[in-house]
Structures are given as structure tokens and as C-alpha cells.
């Protein structure tokens, strides 16, 4: 009987704290919409949101973690209108091709197929050099009736195993 209480005690116990991870994670996260564009994307709270920046529609990046910090990770999103004959493959390929042509030492480290929201998605591992600073980057491509969306999430290459599971969940938070 003292088993059968402590089990229920731990299971509703377990329940509590999920309940307070996932209140947690979504009373810390700002969705950001563009209306005109239509795509939507969550961004932690405290990260600075600047649009139009280059060729970039959105980009959120961290804050600055204390004198020492050189880089503040970064995840952007561009959202294109493509020709509704094009495939996700097609797409993921040319892009990577081309990242291939205009990143210096750019090299894959991963290449996986995932879901975002329900949608069929490519994520690809990267590093690459930039202002003679190498990077790592996560890039997630969607594609939808007509309309592309390629968010890109980098850090340096020391600190991305930190960020990566807060990278998924900002990208897995994209609708469009």
C-alpha cells in the first residue's frame, strides 16, 4: 500500500513539474509575426528582434553573457516565394549548393530530416568561416504551396552543444 501511495505521489510529482517546464518555456518565448511574409516564429523573451537586417526578414539575437562574450548567437529567418513545382529536395540541394559556393570552408557536419509543426522539414549541420571567425550553424528548410522558409540558427562552434536544444525549440516553433 505505502508502494502504491509513494508511486501516485511521484507520478503526480513528475506531472507538476512538466506542467511548470512547459509554463516556464512558453511564459519565457515572444512569438514574432510577419503578416506579410506569412510566417510566424517564438524567440526567447530577453532576445534583442531586428527586422529587414541584409536579406534577413527577422533575426533574434541572445544577449551578451558578460564581458568575455564575443558572440551572440543567432537564429534568423527568410521567407521566399518559389515556384509551387519545386520540392523541399530541390530546394534543401540548390541551397546547400550555393552555401557551398559563397561560405568560406564551409563543410556539413549533419544533414537529417525533421518536422516542424506537422511540416516536412531538412535541417542541415554546417560550419563555416566568417570576418576570419569560424561558425556552426543549424539551417532548417521548409517549403509550402509556393513558399520557402529557411531559418538559420548559429553560434560559435565552442558553444553550439549549449545552444542546440534551444535552437530545435525556436525552430520547431515556426509556422507559415
Request: with cysteine; glycine share 4%; aromatic share 10%.
Amino acid at each position: 500500500m505505502k508502494k502504491r501511495h509513494l508511486a501516485i505521489i511521484t507520478l503526480v510529482a513528475l506531472f507538476v513539474v512538466g506542467i511548470m517546464a512547459s509554463q516556464a518555456f512558453a511564459d519565457t518565448m515572444k512569438t514574432y509575426t510577419n503578416k506579410a511574409k506569412g510566417f510566424s516564429i517564438d524567440f526567447p523573451s530577453k532576445w534583442e528582434v531586428k527586422e529587414k537586417v541584409s536579406d534577413v526578414d527577422v533575426i533574434a539575437l541572445s544577449p551578451v553573457e558578460g564581458k568575455s562574450d564575443k558572440f551572440r548567437e543567432n537564429v534568423n529567418v527568410i521567407a521566399l516565394t518559389v515556384p509551387t513545382s519545386v520540392t523541399l529536395k530541390v530546394f534543401y540541394d540548390e541551397n546547400v549548393k550555393d552555401m557551398k559556393k559563397k561560405l568560406k570552408k564551409f563543410t556539413v557536419v549533419s544533414e537529417s530530416n525533421t518536422k516542424i509543426n506537422g511540416q516536412d522539414a531538412r535541417k542541415l549541420v554546417y560550419t563555416h568561416n566568417m570576418y576570419n571567425h569560424t561558425m556552426k550553424a543549424a539551417a532548417y528548410v521548409m517549403l509550402k504551396g509556393g513558399k520557402a522558409c529557411f531559418i538559420t540558427c548559429t553560434a560559435a562552434p565552442e558553444t553550439y552543444s549549449k545552444w542546440e536544444a534551444e535552437f530545435d525549440k525556436i525552430a520547431k516553433t515556426t509556422k507559415f
